[in-house]
Every structure is written in structure tokens, then in C-alpha cells.
């Protein structure tokens, strides 16, 4: 009998990471959960169990504390075949523009934060020889925009570096995935005002981060109208771009 | 302030619509003017608080399920489309799905609602063993048969009046396969419809389609669909033991302009439907239960079909003794307006189990009308039929139905309304529907 294969999702209580878990779970994965709350994480991990019988693990992670990382990644009971990190911050934009400590919380958590855990994966999954490493970033992320660039911007340096990550990795049999989401109906987006077309509800993401993993993609856009979308607004030229109010 | 309805899109009105996260944040959630809202598939005012809705589906965690029992424990807002994905392949089905399994637990317990084997198995509720209530008034009780039974019976067929359903402990039927063993009879008229359905007592599931539309002789013609749950060697070669469950594919992408469904469409339509339908009657073949139970999932928002301003599902219960006469007196008048839709259906039903529960021993019907001209005077005039035979509306379905119909229909209604003032005296749990046909005014 072959062992059973083995996920970690960081961020394991949002939404996404819920349905990211459940899918991998579903597909016969034992999966841990890593978040800054075990405790509020405890009734998934139960709920995964009773779902699929399978084995789930928690285990404290904050995506700020990267002095952490090391000794996060050494305590683990064994070094996962999947790790999933869905840790991000929207933050508010506007508070962003003035106050720096919002604006540094917002970059740290969509960029540093997670680059850095998967950056330090990455390097064990090398050492091994196989593993596989998703990163979830976002459209936000194709192009800076007015309504909200600090966020985009922390999400296209994360997109930058799995992309990089990745052409590095794959040699050494490593596999990175990019998965942009766009609109999801999650906690995050609660109360925002999202294009009902565009907008997918999180187990929808959950089996396309699944996909992703078992097919080996390079970067996912959930629902392939973002990938059009984003097309359409990275190839505006700036002059246009910057009168547009989004 | 959102604009919100039910599933047959009327009425469309105004209340807040609240996702809690956290059950301390559903009590925050409920003062005065509340009511839960599971997955909106109530077609009228149900789910719709007078101020304020409390959205449940983000509760969807199970807690606990027991392989050796089938017994389970988790949130209301588990939908059945859910549980059927997650433990159909562990051998596990719901006891009792309605025609649509995108529904929420919840919902399913606040309606008790009916499967096809209502006649035999009983419904919803009867599965249920407790439930985590959230009371108007603000406690958070276990209620079950033996404590706090008031509560739990008023909470089964209850329409969410009895306060918010948080948690709920259920039974799940063993079942084999995800595949169902049909076999459809052809009725030529009313009678033989009824005979039919009087004839399947023993099937585990029967349901008939009748054609509202045809007149005279043809009068009440129908298939019957009978079920049984099939065994791992009564599937094809190779077929796994449960089916894939394919999202929705097909969706209704806008409003239909409402001249779509007119009498020659439906009349078309229901005419090859029947004759289709009858060329297969007699044999019988082993159908994934997705097309069995849930026909009209399949095409995603098919209620838009009807256009912007809705439709009306009218579905009483006829009590056995009279059944016969007053279908034909009802199908008949349905027949000559020739506007019904082709979504009518004609079922047994046994006892209900909660206070409140719509199933009565006889037969339901249930039509579907585009929401024009002089329906809901039509209604009313259909109403009146039901009453006189001490009859009754499903709550779930209803949309207009008057106070004095549905005191009629229900002679239980003091006991719930004693039941409901006890846990939520100062009437903080209300509804659209509880406003038309309950509240003091
Ligand atoms: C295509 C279709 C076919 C159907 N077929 C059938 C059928 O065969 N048999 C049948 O019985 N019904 C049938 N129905 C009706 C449907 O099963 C019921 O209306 C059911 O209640 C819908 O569940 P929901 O989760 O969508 O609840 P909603 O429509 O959101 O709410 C329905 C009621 O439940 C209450 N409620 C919901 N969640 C909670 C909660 N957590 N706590 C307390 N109260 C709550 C609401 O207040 C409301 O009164 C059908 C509906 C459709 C659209």
C-alpha cells in the first residue's frame, strides 16, 4: 500500500482555505491546517474528518512572523507533498494611502509573508526532490489600479516570485502553481460589490486549486472570463488607463 | 436595504440581508423583524424577515457522523446537494430530498418538507433527532421527541417562526448505490392516475406528472415514476456505484419575455412529454438518482423562464376521502384556462410530523402559474375548493393565500401560537409570510 499523499493549507480558516482543504481532502489527501487561531480552527478540522475519515493536523502560523518560519517548517511531523498558502490581507485602501503601518500590514501579508514560507518550502521540497507549492494571488495583482494598488501591488510580487520560483523549481521537480481567484464570495469580499458573472463561490476555487495540483498548471484563472478580462486591462495603454475610475 | 424574494421571484421586497459567522454573531443578528433564510428555494415571502434576514448557508460544517449508525451532526446551512456529494460515496443518502437538492438543512427541517416516499417513509423531520435552536427570545436550546418537545415539534414544519435552527443531529439512509430503479406506468385520465399511486403503496418512492393542460377525456393523464433504491448487482457493467452529480450545465441566462410559456408551448409541450413518456411505461431501468429526484436541476435559475414578474406555485393537499372529486373539480377549471405550466405534480402523502407539518393523508397537488392577469383571483376561487374539503396550502410554496384560508387549513395554529409566544414573547422572529398570515395585526 502506498502512503497516503499529504496537503498543508496556510490560512486555513478563510474561505478559500476551506474549500481548498475540504476538495483535497475529498480527493484523499490528509491535510493540516495552519492558521494564527487554532482554536477557531479546530471545527473545520473536525468537519474534515467527518466528511472524508481522513487525518487533519493543526498547527500555529502567522504569515507576519516570518522569524518563525523556520522553526514552523521544522516542527512539522512530516514534510507535506502539497502546501497551499492562502494567506492575504485586503486592508482598506484609502487607509492605506496615509497610514503607513496599514499600508506595511497590507504588503507584508500578501507578498513577504507568503514568498517567504514558500520560498523556504520550496527549498526542502528541492532537497527531496518532488513537492508541490500553490500560491493563491490575485488579478488585482495583472495591473495596479486606483481603487486599490497597495494590495495589487503586494499581490503582483508575490505573483512575480512564484512565477520566477517556478522556472527555477521545475527543474529540480518541484511544481509552483498561481492561482488568481478574481471575484469569490467569501468573508473577504463581504459587502463589496462584485460582477455577478465574474464572481464564483469558494468550493469553486477550492476544486481548482485540486486541479491545478493533480494536472500540474501553471497559473489558474478561476473562471476563464477574468483571463480575458485581465488581458483586456493589461494591454490599456497607461493613457487611458490612469482616466479610468476602477 | 436588498431587494429579496423566493424562488417564484414574487414578491420582491425590501430587508436586510445579514451573513453571520459565528453563532454569537446569529444571536446579534436576530431582533425585532427577523427570520433565517437557508438557501432561498421557498418560492414565496418565507425567508424573508420583515427587517431583517439572517443568511445560513455559510453554516455548513458537519460535526460528527457516525459510519456504524448513518447518524450525523452539523450546521443548518449544510445544503443536501452537499451531504449527497459527501457521503453518497460513503453510502450514505438524506432520508428525505424535495424535488430540488439545493436546499439547506435548515430549510428542510423549518418546512418538513416531502420526497416522493412520503406515503410510506414520512418526512423530513421524522429523521431529525434534535436540533441547536437559537430562540427569539434569546436562549440557545437542545430540543428533541423528549426534551424541550414543544419546541422541537413546533421547530418541524415551523417555517423558522420558532427562532433560528443553529445545529441539527439526523439520520442518514444506508444506501447501496447513488442509483434508482424506475419504472413508469402511463395513466390515461385522473382515475387511473389515482388508482396507480393507490396501487404503489409498497414502492418506496412514487411521484406522478400530470398534464394540467389536457381536457375531457384526457383529463388528469399522467406518469407515474415509481423508485426503489438498487442494489450494487442490478447496475450496468462497469457503472460506478455512485454516480457523478454534474453541476448544473445549462442555465437560464436572463428573463425570458413571458410570451415564452404560453398555452400552445405548454400544450406542445406536455403532449410530447406524455406521449414519450408513455412509449417508455411498463419496463423498467436503473437512472442516476440526480435526473430521478431532482429533474429540474439540471437547467440552473430555470425560474427565470417565467420572466420579470414571477411565478406562483399553488400546492394544496386534498384529504384522502374527497381526494378524487375535488382534484377533478380543480383540474378541470386548471384545464380550461390552459395556463398552468408543465411542472405539476401529483402525490400520496402520509401523516405529518410537526405541528405545523403541510402533509395530510391524501393527495397534493402542485401547479405553477406566471404571475398575470386574474390568477390570484383564479386562486382564491381554487382555495375555496380546497377549504371545502378540508384541505390545506404548503407554507413553503405560498406566496397569497389568505389568513382565513390558512386558519382553515390549519386547526393547530392556536398550539403553535402558544408555543412560539413562550420562546419569543416579545415577537422578534417574523417574517413576510408570519406577517400575512400569523402575526397579530
Ligand atoms: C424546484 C423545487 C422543488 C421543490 N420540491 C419540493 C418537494 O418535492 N417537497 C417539498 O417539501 N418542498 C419542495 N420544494 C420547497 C423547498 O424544499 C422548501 O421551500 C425548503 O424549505 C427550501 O429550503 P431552503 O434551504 O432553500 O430554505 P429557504 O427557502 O431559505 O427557507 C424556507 C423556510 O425555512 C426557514 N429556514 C431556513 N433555514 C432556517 C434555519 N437555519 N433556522 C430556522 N429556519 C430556517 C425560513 O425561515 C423559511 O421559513 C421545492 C422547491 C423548489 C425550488
Redesign the pocket.
Given at each position: 500500500m502506498t502512503s497516503r499523499k499529504s496537503a498543508i493549507v496556510l490560512g486555513g480558516s478563510s474561505d478559500i482555505g476551506r474549500a481548498a482543504a475540504r476538495a483535497l481532502a475529498k480527493a484523499g489527501y490528509d491535510v493540516a491546517l495552519a492558521g494564527r487561531d487554532v482554536a477557531a480552527l479546530e471545527p473545520d478540522a473536525a468537519d474534515l474528518r467527518a466528511r472524508y475519515n481522513v487525518d487533519v493536523g493543526l498547527h500555529k502560523f502567522d504569515v507576519l512572523d516570518t522569524a518563525s518560519f523556520e522553526a514552523f517548517v521544522d516542527s512539522l511531523p512530516a514534510l507535506p507533498d502539497v502546501v497551499v498558502s492562502i494567506v492575504g490581507l485586503l486592508g482598506v485602501q484609502q487607509n492605506a494611502e496615509s497610514d503607513l503601518a496599514h499600508a506595511t500590514m497590507i504588503m507584508r501579508s500578501n507578498y513577504e509573508g507568503p514568498s517567504l514560507i514558500l520560498g523556504l518550502f520550496a527549498e526542502r521540497f528541492l532537497a527531496r526532490g518532488n513537492g508541490t507549492l500553490v500560491g493563491v494571488s490575485s488579478v488585482a495583482g495583472d495591473r495596479g489600479r486606483a481603487s486599490n494598488y497597495v494590495y495589487g501591488s503586494a499581490k503582483a510580487g508575490f505573483s512575480a516570485f512564484l512565477s520566477g520560483l517556478r522556472a527555477r523549481a521545475s527543474r529540480g521537480g518541484v511544481h509552483v502553481v498561481t492561482v488568481k481567484p478574481g471575484f469569490v464570495r467569501t468573508k473577504m469580499t463581504e459587502g463589496m460589490k462584485l460582477i455577478g458573472p465574474l464572481t464564483v463561490e469558494a468550493p469553486v476555487v477550492g476544486d481548482a486549486i485540486l486541479s491545478a495540483v493533480e494536472k500540474k498548471t501553471d497559473v489558474v484563472y478561476v473562471s476563464g472570463k477574468w483571463r480575458l478580462v485581465m488581458l483586456i486591462i493589461r494591454t490599456l495603454p497607461e493613457a487611458v488607463f490612469k482616466k479610468l475610475k476602477f | 436595504m436588498t431587494l429579496v424574494s423566493?424562488?417564484?421571484r414574487f414578491p420582491v421586497v425590501d430587508s436586510d440581508v445579514l451573513r453571520p459567522r459565528s453563532f454569537a454573531a446569529v444571536g446579534e443578528a436576530v431582533s425585532g423583524g427577523t427570520?433565517?433564510?437557508?438557501?432561498?428555494?421557498?418560492?414565496g415571502d418565507?425567508?424573508?424577515?420583515t427587517v431583517r434576514?439572517?443568511?445560513?448557508?455559510a453554516?455548513d460544517r458537519v460535526r460528527s457522523f457516525d459510519p456504524a449508525t448513518g447518524r450525523i451532526r452539523l450546521e443548518?446551512?449544510t445544503?443536501l446537494s452537499d451531504l449527497i456529494e459527501t457521503f453518497g460515496p460513503r453510502g450514505f443518502l438524506p432520508f428525505?430530498?424535495?424535488?430540488?437538492r439545493?436546499?439547506?438543512?435548515?430549510?428542510?427541517?423549518?418546512?418538513?418538507?416531502?420526497?416522493?416516499n412520503?406515503h410510506g417513509e414520512g418526512?423530513?423531520g421524522r429523521y431529525v433527532d434534535s436540533i441547536l435552536?437559537?430562540t427569539g427570545q434569546g436562549e440557545v436550546i437542545e430540543a428533541s421527541r423528549e426534551q424541550n418537545s414543544d419546541a422541537f415539534f413546533a421547530?418541524i414544519g415551523?417555517?423558522?417562526?420558532?427562532?433560528?435552527?443553529?445545529e441539527a443531529t439526523m439520520r442518514l439512509r444506508p444506501a447501496e448505490t447513488g442509483w434508482i430503479r424506475e419504472r413508469v406506468i402511463s395513466a390515461s385520465d385522473l382515475d387511473a392516475a389515482m388508482r396507480a399511486l393507490e396501487a404503489s403503496d409498497s414502492a418506496t418512492y412514487s411521484?406522478a406528472w400530470i398534464d394540467c393542460v389536457a381536457r375531457g377525456r384526457d383529463l388528469g393523464r399522467s406518469l407515474i415514476y415509481l423508485g426503489e433504491h438498487a442494489q450494487t448487482d442490478e447496475l450496468a457493467e462497469g457503472a460506478a456505484a455512485f454516480p457523478a452529480g454534474k453541476d448544473p450545465g445549462l442555465s437560464v441566462p436572463i428573463d425570458l419575455p413571458s410570451m415564452t410559456l404560453n398555452r400552445y408551448s405548454i400544450r406542445a409541450f406536455n403532449e410530447l412529454y406524455y406521449r414519450r413518456g408513455a412509449r417508455r411505461a411498463g419496463g423498467s431501468r436503473v437512472v442516476s438518482l440526480y435526473p430521478y429526484f431532482?429533474p429540474?436541476?439540471s437547467l440552473k435559475d430555470?425560474?427565470r423562464i417565467y420572466g420579470k414578474r414571477g411565478f406562483l406555485?399553488h400546492?394544496c393537499v386534498i384529504p384522502q376521502p374527497n381526494a378524487r372529486d375535488v382534484l377533478g373539480d380543480i383540474l378541470e377549471r386548471v384545464a380550461r384556462r390552459g395556463d398552468a405550466s408543465f411542472?405539476a405534480?401529483l402525490?400520496k402523502l402520509g401523516q405529518g410530523d410537526g405541528i405545523l407539518s403541510?402533509?395530510l393523508p391524501g393527495y397534493t397537488l402542485?401547479l405553477d402559474f406566471p404571475v398575470k392577469g386574474d390568477i390570484l383571483n383564479f386562486l382564491d376561487e381554487i382555495d375555496r375548493l380546497v377549504v371545502a374539503a378540508g384541505g390545506r396550502l404548503?407554507?413553503?410554496?405560498d406566496a397569497r393565500q389568505s389568513r382565513a384560508t390558512f386558519a382553515a387549513g390549519y386547526p393547530a395554529l392556536q398550539r403553535f401560537n402558544a408555543i412560539r409566544k413562550s420562546l419569543d414573547p416579545a415577537g422578534n422572529i417574523r417574517?413576510k409570510?408570519s406577517q400575512r398570515l400569523f402575526d397579530e395585526v
Amino acid at each position: 500500500m502506498t502512503s497516503r499523499k499529504s496537503a498543508i493549507v496556510l490560512g486555513g480558516s478563510s474561505d478559500i482555505g476551506r474549500a481548498a482543504a475540504r476538495a483535497l481532502a475529498k480527493a484523499g489527501y490528509d491535510v493540516a491546517l495552519a492558521g494564527r487561531d487554532v482554536a477557531a480552527l479546530e471545527p473545520d478540522a473536525a468537519d474534515l474528518r467527518a466528511r472524508y475519515n481522513v487525518d487533519v493536523g493543526l498547527h500555529k502560523f502567522d504569515v507576519l512572523d516570518t522569524a518563525s518560519f523556520e522553526a514552523f517548517v521544522d516542527s512539522l511531523p512530516a514534510l507535506p507533498d502539497v502546501v497551499v498558502s492562502i494567506v492575504g490581507l485586503l486592508g482598506v485602501q484609502q487607509n492605506a494611502e496615509s497610514d503607513l503601518a496599514h499600508a506595511t500590514m497590507i504588503m507584508r501579508s500578501n507578498y513577504e509573508g507568503p514568498s517567504l514560507i514558500l520560498g523556504l518550502f520550496a527549498e526542502r521540497f528541492l532537497a527531496r526532490g518532488n513537492g508541490t507549492l500553490v500560491g493563491v494571488s490575485s488579478v488585482a495583482g495583472d495591473r495596479g489600479r486606483a481603487s486599490n494598488y497597495v494590495y495589487g501591488s503586494a499581490k503582483a510580487g508575490f505573483s512575480a516570485f512564484l512565477s520566477g520560483l517556478r522556472a527555477r523549481a521545475s527543474r529540480g521537480g518541484v511544481h509552483v502553481v498561481t492561482v488568481k481567484p478574481g471575484f469569490v464570495r467569501t468573508k473577504m469580499t463581504e459587502g463589496m460589490k462584485l460582477i455577478g458573472p465574474l464572481t464564483v463561490e469558494a468550493p469553486v476555487v477550492g476544486d481548482a486549486i485540486l486541479s491545478a495540483v493533480e494536472k500540474k498548471t501553471d497559473v489558474v484563472y478561476v473562471s476563464g472570463k477574468w483571463r480575458l478580462v485581465m488581458l483586456i486591462i493589461r494591454t490599456l495603454p497607461e493613457a487611458v488607463f490612469k482616466k479610468l475610475k476602477f | 436595504m436588498t431587494l429579496v424574494s423566493g424562488w417564484g421571484r414574487f414578491p420582491v421586497v425590501d430587508s436586510d440581508v445579514l451573513r453571520p459567522r459565528s453563532f454569537a454573531a446569529v444571536g446579534e443578528a436576530v431582533s425585532g423583524g427577523t427570520v433565517a433564510r437557508g438557501n432561498g428555494r421557498a418560492y414565496g415571502d418565507a425567508a424573508i424577515g420583515t427587517v431583517r434576514t439572517v443568511a445560513m448557508t455559510a453554516f455548513d460544517r458537519v460535526r460528527s457522523f457516525d459510519p456504524a449508525t448513518g447518524r450525523i451532526r452539523l450546521e443548518a446551512g449544510t445544503l443536501l446537494s452537499d451531504l449527497i456529494e459527501t457521503f453518497g460515496p460513503r453510502g450514505f443518502l438524506p432520508f428525505v430530498v424535495p424535488g430540488t437538492r439545493f436546499v439547506s438543512v435548515g430549510g428542510a427541517i423549518a418546512a418538513d418538507v416531502h420526497g416522493k416516499n412520503h406515503h410510506g417513509e414520512g418526512g423530513f423531520g421524522r429523521y431529525v433527532d434534535s436540533i441547536l435552536l437559537r430562540t427569539g427570545q434569546g436562549e440557545v436550546i437542545e430540543a428533541s421527541r423528549e426534551q424541550n418537545s414543544d419546541a422541537f415539534f413546533a421547530t418541524i414544519g415551523g417555517m423558522g417562526l420558532t427562532g433560528v435552527i443553529l445545529e441539527a443531529t439526523m439520520r442518514l439512509r444506508p444506501a447501496e448505490t447513488g442509483w434508482i430503479r424506475e419504472r413508469v406506468i402511463s395513466a390515461s385520465d385522473l382515475d387511473a392516475a389515482m388508482r396507480a399511486l393507490e396501487a404503489s403503496d409498497s414502492a418506496t418512492y412514487s411521484v406522478a406528472w400530470i398534464d394540467c393542460v389536457a381536457r375531457g377525456r384526457d383529463l388528469g393523464r399522467s406518469l407515474i415514476y415509481l423508485g426503489e433504491h438498487a442494489q450494487t448487482d442490478e447496475l450496468a457493467e462497469g457503472a460506478a456505484a455512485f454516480p457523478a452529480g454534474k453541476d448544473p450545465g445549462l442555465s437560464v441566462p436572463i428573463d425570458l419575455p413571458s410570451m415564452t410559456l404560453n398555452r400552445y408551448s405548454i400544450r406542445a409541450f406536455n403532449e410530447l412529454y406524455y406521449r414519450r413518456g408513455a412509449r417508455r411505461a411498463g419496463g423498467s431501468r436503473v437512472v442516476s438518482l440526480y435526473p430521478y429526484f431532482f429533474p429540474l436541476d439540471s437547467l440552473k435559475d430555470w425560474n427565470r423562464i417565467y420572466g420579470k414578474r414571477g411565478f406562483l406555485q399553488h400546492q394544496c393537499v386534498i384529504p384522502q376521502p374527497n381526494a378524487r372529486d375535488v382534484l377533478g373539480d380543480i383540474l378541470e377549471r386548471v384545464a380550461r384556462r390552459g395556463d398552468a405550466s408543465f411542472l405539476a405534480v401529483l402525490k400520496k402523502l402520509g401523516q405529518g410530523d410537526g405541528i405545523l407539518s403541510f402533509p395530510l393523508p391524501g393527495y397534493t397537488l402542485a401547479l405553477d402559474f406566471p404571475v398575470k392577469g386574474d390568477i390570484l383571483n383564479f386562486l382564491d376561487e381554487i382555495d375555496r375548493l380546497v377549504v371545502a374539503a378540508g384541505g390545506r396550502l404548503y407554507l413553503a410554496k405560498d406566496a397569497r393565500q389568505s389568513r382565513a384560508t390558512f386558519a382553515a387549513g390549519y386547526p393547530a395554529l392556536q398550539r403553535f401560537n402558544a408555543i412560539r409566544k413562550s420562546l419569543d414573547p416579545a415577537g422578534n422572529i417574523r417574517s413576510k409570510l408570519s406577517q400575512r398570515l400569523f402575526d397579530e395585526v
